[in-house]
T-cell receptor, first 113, second 116 residues
Framework: GENVEQHPSTLSVQEGDSAVIKCTYS??????FPWYKQELGKGPQLIID?????GEKKDQRIAVTLNKTAKHFSLHITETQPEDSAVYFC????????????FGTGTRLQVTL | DTGVSQDPRHKITKRGQNVTFRCDPI?????LYWYRQTLGQGPEFLTY????????KSRLLSDRFSAERPKGSFSTLEIQRTEQGDSAMYLC??????????????FGEGSRLTVL
């Protein structure tokens, strides 16, 4: 089955700096790669996703890149703000939808003032 | 609030007892999913329904676990003869019909189970 590895497990940045979280996946059939943000005591919430037919997608301060050959994808957050502090999970799916996501182990991002 | 609702939010039980969790998805979402999340880990897929049909089950879902969605609306997840290893957050999520499905899962806030 699919295996998703995520690094780093914790990340501390100063407000205004950029943050990058990286994931690798094992199944070359995976074609859908979402990123979820989980705040304390809440369920995960989708922040951005990318499909295997594109290499990059951007939404305001958040961008995701995908390298199918290397089987890795990354989340980039620019101009970080304190409210970006949370746990971020990458995930992968072979179905093209979210019917069966395999999640990474998460990155705890802390944005300090 | 029209989001995914889970009940109870917290459950403490003794080993060997049975527990049941309920999930009310966003109305009109025909897909419903159960995931399990242990401390410091990402959610792990357990099972998913399309309407009332349970289409896929993970091998994590042992025979002590059973999920139902009898009328294609709310769902229940029952764990029989609980073990300490069942302690986790049980997350429910839903997504809309195929034509409106962007891939996004809408998660509830979870039901945290502690088995003593």
């Amino acid at each position: 089955g699919e295996n998703v590895e995520q690094h780093p497990s914790t990340l501390s940045v100063q407000e205004g700096d950029s943050a990058v979280i990286k994931c690798t996946y094992s199944d070359s059939a995976s074609n859908y790669f979402p990123w979820y943000k989980q705040e304390l005591g809440k369920g995960p919430q989708l922040i951005i996703d990318i499909r295997s037919n594109v290499g990059e997608k951007k939404d305001q301060r958040i961008a995701v890149t995908l390298n199918k050959t290397a089987k890795h994808f990354s989340l980039h957050i620019t101009e970080t703000q304190p409210e970006d502090s949370a746990v971020y999970f990458c995930a992968a799916s072979t179905t093209g939808t979210a019917s069966k996501l395999t999640f990474g182990t998460g990155t705890r991002l802390q944005v300090t003032l | 609030d029209t989001g995914v609702s889970q009940d109870p939010r917290h459950k403490i039980t003794k080993r060997g007892q049975n527990v049941t969790f309920r999930c009310d998805p966003i109305s009109e979402h025909n897909r419903l999913y159960w995931y399990r999340q242990t401390l410091g880990q990402g959610p792990e897929f357990l099972t998913y329904f399309q309407n009332e049909a349970q289409l896929e089950k993970s091998r994590l879902l042992s025979d002590r676990f059973s999920a139902e969605r009898p009328k294609g609306s709310f769902s229940t997840l029952e764990i029989q003869r609980t073990e300490q290893g069942d302690s986790a957050m049980y997350l429910c999520a839903s997504s809309p019909n195929r034509g409106k499905n962007t891939g996004e899962l809408f998660f509830g806030e979870g039901s945290r189970l502690t088995v003593l």
